[in-house]
Every structure is written in C-alpha cells, then in structure tokens.
C-alpha cells in the first residue's frame, strides 16, 4: 500500500479544543497523521483517544517548549479571536495574546527543529475593495475596523517568513489565509460568535424580530470548516518552502441571501427580519481568489451554503454545549 505524504507524521495542532483544532484533528488522523492536541483553558470540545493532548499555556517559553517536543509539523491553530462586537468596542483585545503566543510558537518551533509551522493568518490582510483578492494583494492597507487585528495577522506572518526565509537552518513555513469559516464547533456564544453562528443562534431560539446586524447587504465568501480541514491538510502535504495560500469558495455571497436560508434551515421562515445599521459590522466586500489552492492541491469547495448551514443548524440543535 502507498503511504500517503502525511502517513506517520508527527502533527501538533495548538488550538485543539477550537473551532478549527476540533475539525482538522480527525482529518490529519484520516491522513495517517500522529496528532498531539495542545489545550489551555478551554475544554475539549470533542477528545479523541489516538490523540495525545498536552496543557500548555502559549504566551509562555516553557509552554512553547512543550508543545513543540517531537513534532515535525506544527499548526498554529490557536488565537484570541471574538466576533464584530468585541472588534468594535475592544479591539486591543486581539493584539498582545496573539502576537506573544506566534512569536513564541515560531521560536520554540525553530529551535526544537520542527520541519514546517503552520501559520492560520486571515483574509483581514487583504485592502477593502471588490476586488478579487489572491495571495499578491496583501498591501499592507485595511479596511478601518481591521486595522488591529489585520495588522497583527500580516505582522505575524512576516515573522513566519522571517523563519523560513532568513535562518540559518531551515524551516519550511506555510501561511493560510481562509475564507469566513462556519460550521460544527464554531464559538456561538453572543460575546464571541460570528456573523453565521450568531445567527443561527437567534434562528433557533426564534427570536422576533429576527434581529440581523448593518443592512444585510456585506458580501462575504464563506466556506464550510470540512472543506477547509481538507484543503489544510492538503496544503500540510505539499513539499513546499515559503508557501501562502488562500483556502475559499471562491464565490461570495451577501448576508441578505444567507438569512433565508437559516431561517429555512431551523423552520422558521415565518420569521420578521429587522436589519439594525446601528450595530457593529464589519467590511462590505470581500471576495477571495482560490485559483492557486486548485492548482496546487487540486482542491475546491464542495459544500455549497444550502447544505453547509442546514448541517450547522442541525449540529447547533443537537449540541447543547456548544450553545453557550
């Protein structure tokens, strides 16, 4: 039997009891992968035992250090991340916690000898605009209420560069930037869900008015987390140094076209939609090229939105605990 380019491989995922962590670690396990879960304070979503999961704090060397132990492949999957609120009123919140935890991660990495890191950056590098944005188009200029959390992002790629590009031994190094991930395992909490879990919340507990952030008409690509698990480990198995990737659909959508289908999803259609410009939103256009992942991974979304909410509003009513 032909082992696969994964087969054995000894994986660290930082961030294995997040929305991503959760949904990549059975598809690097698919892979023949051998995981290691890197947890802090919160719970395990859901533990598996081929996993061997470690507690380690991040923002601290010693932590880094552990995590890092015997590891060829490092994804750096955990962050501090909330929804538009928080990045409206606090956006500060995203900056220290982060930018510590990547510097020390990439450090602890390099000397621990680790083959490549993995480093999931964000499409908020990308300029405002209706352009489609491929992985050329990080200038450096961001739309205004990113402009923290963007800043961050770039900046901790270019240190994840930094290490493959400029060290005397080598690391290879692959930057992520995904499209608006939802599904199974997201944060649905009200403080730090996101524009589709939050209102899939609202949806299933029939809130009326069926209350919908700005005026509903942000276009936004959104890709569903199995899609993305899949073309992150594909991405994992390239053999190649330096790479940055865009994971999307490719195809964007306005929220005015997702609301129907959430309704739809949790039987409530008899829903009264309220659009609330007063609240928080954030940029009103993003469209995001996935030319490249095709060509390199052979890979492209197969769970269009109809199918990808009907499974998070079916997951969301059969998880009490991812409620919270």
Request: glycine letters at 8%; hydrophobic letters at 40%; one cysteine or more.
């Amino acid at each position: 039997m032909t082992r696969g380019p994964l087969e054995g491989a000894r994986v660290t995922v930082a961030g294995a009891a997040g929305f991503i962590g959760t949904n990549l670690i059975p598809e690097l396990l698919l892979a023949g992968a051998q995981v290691r879960g890197i947890t802090h304070s919160r719970p395990l979503q859901s533990a598996n035992s081929e996993v061997e999961y470690i507690q380690a704090d991040l923002t601290t060397a010693d932590g880094c250090g552990r995590a890092v132990k015997d590891t060829d492949i490092f994804v750096m999957a955990a962050a501090n991340s909330s929804g538009a609120q928080v990045m409206a009123s606090k956006p500060l919140t995203h900056l220290t916690p982060n930018i510590v935890m990547n510097a020390l991660t990439l450090e602890a990495a390099y000397e621990a000898g680790v083959s490549k890191y993995c480093f999931l950056s964000s499409n908020t590098v990308y300029p405002p605009g209706d352009k489609v944005m491929t992985e050329n188009d990080a200038t450096g200029e961001f739309f205004e209420s990113y402009n923290v959390v963007a800043g961050m992002k770039l900046y901790s790629e270019q240190m994840v560069q930094h290490y493959s590009s400029l060290s005397g031994k080598s690391m290879d190094t692959l930057i992520i930037r995904p499209a608006n991930l939802y599904g199974p395992f997201d944060k649905f909490s009200p403080r730090e869900s996101k524009v589709i879990p939050a209102l899939v919340r609202r949806a299933v507990a029939r809130e009326a008015p069926f209350l919908v952030w700005g005026d509903g008409r942000d276009i936004k690509d959104f890709l569903f987390i199995s899609d993305f698990v899949v073309g992150l480990v594909k991405s994992l198995s390239l053999d190649l140094k330096n790479e940055i990737i865009n994971l999307a659909s490719g195809e964007s959508i306005s929220l005015r076209d997702i609301v129907p289908k959430i309704l739809r999803s949790a039987d409530y259609e008899s829903a009264t939609v309220a659009f609330d410009s007063d609240k928080p939103t954030m940029i009103p256009v993003r469209r995001i090229s996935n030319i490249k992942a095709k060509k390199l991974l052979a890979w492209e979304a197969s769970v269009g939105p109809d199918e990808g909410i009907r499974r998070t509003v079916e997951w969301y009513k059969n998880n009490p605990s991812g409620q919270a």
